[in-house]
């Protein structure tokens, strides 16, 4: 059963455009929504990530929106790189439950420059 | 230096083989977990404990052991290695207090099974 769903699976978008990966999730009771991304032959690292207290987390060209009601949240990445070019993982959990995070699939974006 | 190391980095199996995995964190976290990756499966959780001598089990567990005997060390154990099992392996540790939780990675053990 997958608790947190991603799409699109695989971007393509130019140098300097804005990349935006989407996520959502099924369990009420998440609290906690991080992205990790991970680059090839390398392991997975924490990226950003959101507590649903605010329904926005900026760090630099990073932003993640998140919206309680429609149980989404995505990742817009500004100004994209070719550095960008990565697998980005959206995960949810609900705090104090034994950190058990729940990972989407992965997106593979890929910035052309 | 480190912080989450796994061994080997890499293992051929034989089918119907036992595969023991080996991870060490210097990291004084409490939890540790086992993830396997697959292309189009994203990181699953297979097993992952909380305390010394104390093992719980993840989203996928069947046909996985797994063994913590200090706070330092968790083990996998594959104890009759099949085809699907061929994967990566990611060990990982986190502090556990269930705020802003982040996890550490090791660099993962790319398993073969023939």
């Known amino acids: 059963q997958q608790q947190v769903r991603q799409s699109p699976q695989s971007l393509t978008v130019w140098e300097g455009e804005t990349a935006i990966l989407n996520c959502s999730y099924e369990d009420s009771t998440f609290d906690y929504f991080p992205w990790y991304h991970q680059f090839p032959g390398e392991s997975p690292a924490l990226l950003i990530a959101i507590r649903p207290v605010s329904n926005k987390k900026e760090d630099g060209r990073f932003t993640i929106f998140f919206n309680k009601r429609e149980k989404k949240f995505s990742l817009h990445i500004a100004d994209s790189q070719p550095g960008d070019s990565a697998t980005y993982f959206c995960a949810a959990m609900q705090q104090g439950t034994g950190s058990k995070l729940s990972f989407g699939k992965g997106a593979k974006l890929t910035v052309s420059p | 230096e480190a912080a989450v190391t796994q061994s080997p980095r890499s293992k051929v199996a034989v089918t119907g083989g036992k595969v023991t995995l080996s991870c060490h964190q210097t990291?004084?976290?409490?939890?540790m977990y086992w993830y396997r990756q697959d292309t189009g499966h994203g990181l699953r959780l297979i097993h992952y404990s909380y305390v010394a001598d104390s093992t719980e089990k993840g989203d996928i567990p069947d046909g996985y052991k797994a063994s913590r005997p200090s706070q330092e060390n968790f083990s996998l154990i594959l104890e009759l290695a099949s085809l699907s099992q061929t994967a990566v392996y990611f060990c990982?540790?986190?502090?556990?207090?269930?705020?802003?939780?982040?996890?550490?990675f090791g660099h993962g053990t790319k398993l073969s099974v023939l």
């Open positions: 990291n004084n976290h409490d939890y």
């Open positions: 990982a540790s986190s502090e556990g207090t269930g705020s802003n939780e982040r996890l550490f």
